[in-house]
């Protein structure tokens, strides 16, 4: 769940007071990455803030047993993307800033029935005449890793004309292989 222009922080705070959440941990000021969590008043969902420094972007993870009616309720109640607005995005944005922005809110708004769209999209996206733009394809797989991705991942580990974005295609093909034990 990617917050659209809000303050999500302020906006999560709101919707757990109302709620009753319990809060678990509060954001350690010595990490980049900004994680608070609380758990819903019966402890069955546990809900992550995320703001992530690495794509700019904001975001919920949810975890346990009634994760489907917490997310309905959250998302009546804030401003998120769709998976569908974001590849949209992709394909109109004009500005570099907000395409990037579009392909990690793509991966990281993606469900498993939705990848096989988003890697549709990010197989254009990797053929970008700007390296940073392919680079985010591979930033982007780091956060959805499915078939489809890697499989794009690769082709930017092997081809690609420019050295860091094949570096880091290396990188990350590495690290996923060495995470699921050498296969999907």
Same mark, same amino acid.
Request: charged share 30%; net charge negative.
């Given at each position: 769940?990617?917050?659209?222009? !809000? ?8 919707? =757990? ?6 809060? #678990? &941990? ?13 758990? /819903?008043?019966?402890?069955?969902? @546990?809900?992550?803030?995320?703001? +992530? ?6 975001? #919920? /993870?949810?975890?346990?047993? +009634? !994760?489907?009616?917490? &997310?309905?309720?959250?998302?009546? *109640? ?9 590849? *949209? @995005? ?8 907000? %395409? ?14 939705? =990848? +096989? ?5 990010? *197989? ?11 680079? =985010? ?7 959805? &890793?499915?078939?489809?991705?890697? @499989?794009? !991942?690769?082709? #930017? ?8 974005? %094949? ?12 995470? %699921?034990?050498?296969?999907?």
């Amino acid at each position: 769940m990617v917050f659209k222009n !809000v303050d999500a922080e302020l906006e999560v705070d709101q919707i =757990s007071f109302d709620d009753g959440w319990d809060m #678990l &941990q509060v954001e350690d000021p010595a990490s980049d990455t900004f994680v608070n969590v609380w758990a /819903t008043a019966d402890g069955s969902v @546990e809900i992550h803030l995320v703001k +992530d420094p690495m794509v700019g972007l904001d975001y #919920l /993870t949810l975890y346990g047993d +009634d !994760v489907a009616d917490v &997310q309905l309720d959250i998302e009546e *109640r804030s401003s998120f993307w769709s998976t569908g607005e974001a590849l *949209r @995005e992709i394909g109109r944005a004009t500005d570099r800033d907000d %395409r990037l922005r579009a392909v990690y809110t793509a991966a990281l708004s993606a469900t498993d029935a939705e =990848s +096989d769209a988003v890697a549709e999209a990010f *197989r254009t996206v990797s053929r970008d005449d700007d390296p940073g733009i392919r680079l =985010s394809v591979v930033v982007a797989t780091g956060y959805l &890793q499915t078939p489809g991705l890697v @499989e794009i !991942v690769a082709g #930017l580990a092997a081809d690609d004309p420019h050295d860091t974005v %094949r570096e880091n295609a290396r990188i990350l093909l590495e690290g996923i292989e060495r995470e %699921r034990g050498g296969g999907w």
